[in-house]
């Protein structure tokens, strides 16, 4: 288990830990993180795939010090697979066990096996566990692929701090988790969730952090083929396309030119590696041949190229 560390005192600080985990914030972001640290609220982070939201939850449990416990979310997610869920088999077997020896009372034998040893925790539940000073960071990963029969169950959760299990009580955390639920707004989440939570939409960096976020997270790609690959998705942000690309699309192309041995852009190499950066082929269709040569030129003139 890593060794938890104290929470940071200041939006400086905060944006100092940010920063020494790689993760390149800006001070709105920093702020929100930081108060829903120090007031105990979940952090609810919306925005487009792939501009960094998942990574803060992670970054936070690196930096604390404290366990990660991601629930990932998908349609039909239920509280079996959230919460809690009992561990029928082993049930079975005690009842067996209970009337080969004579046991004839079925209030003992309901109580028995409705016992906490027969519980199966799942990442809701687990995340209460946490002792005081070493709370996990429960990441709830694009709660906008649930439905909203699972957000009216989580109100309990992000107000509470507590699962109700109705055959044995109440689950109560004894220190609320680091909370931080994202959604790349497929569909609305319901205002009771977005009332329980911090709110902050994240939001595609401009050309001077991402360019940070580069030098970061792409080491190998040279100076200049950074300020290019930064100049053209930047560009290719403010055209119509069925799917923009995120800042882990920028970073995955980077380290791919990267890898090709390329220090510049051109042409002929961005149409043969479109599918790093865009993931539709009628995005792919557009880009590809004459509208690459001319991001290509723009890119390389707005870097000094």
């Known amino acids: 288990m890593p060794t938890p560390r104290p929470l940071p005192k200041s939006i400086d600080e905060t944006l100092a830990m940010l920063g020494g985990a790689d993760y390149v914030a ?43 416990i991601r629930l990932q979310c998908y349609e039909g997610l239920d509280i079996a697979q959230a919460a809690y869920e ?16 004579g046991e004839r009372s079925r ?35 694009e709660l906008d692929r649930t439905d909203e029969p699972f957000e009216a169950y989580l109100l309990e959760v992000l107000s509470d701090w507590q699962i109700t299990i109705p055959e044995i009580g ?7 988790p680091v909370v931080v639920l994202t959604s790349n707004r497929t569909r609305e989440i319901h205002d009771a969730v977005k009332r329980r939570c911090f709110y902050y939409w994240v939001d595609y960096p401009d050309a001077a952090r991402e360019l940070e976020i580069l030098r970061r997270k792409a080491p190998r790609a040279a100076a200049a083929l950074s300020r290019e690959v930064v100049a053209f998705v930047q560009r290719l942000r403010k055209m119509d396309l069925f799917k923009l690309p995120g800042v882990a699309e920028t970073i995955d192309w980077a380290n791919c030119l990267a890898a090709l041995d390329r220090i510049a852009l051109d042409p002929e190499t961005v149409n043969h590696t479109l599918g790093v950066l865009l993931k539709y082929r009628d995005d792919i269709e557009r880009i590809a041949g004459a509208e690459a040569e001319r991001l290509v030129a723009e890119a390389r003139a707005a870097s000094g190229a």
């Open 26 to 68: 800006d001070r709105s972001l920093a702020t929100a993180v930081y108060l829903a640290l120090a007031m105990q609220r979940p952090l609810f982070l919306e925005g487009e795939a792939g501009v960094g939201k998942t990574e803060v939850a992670k970054v936070l449990a690196a930096t604390l010090g404290r366990e990660l």
């Open 170 to 176: 109440t689950l109560a955390a004894a220190e609320p």
């Open 107 to 141: 209030e003992r034998l309901a109580q028995d096996i409705y016992g906490e040893r027969f519980l199966v925790k799942r990442p809701l539940a687990r995340a209460l566990e946490g002792k005081p000073g070493a709370a996990p960071v429960l990441l709830i990963d």
């Open 86 to 101: 009992w561990n029928y088999s082993r049930q079975m077997i005690e009842i067996r066990l209970a009337e080969a020896a």
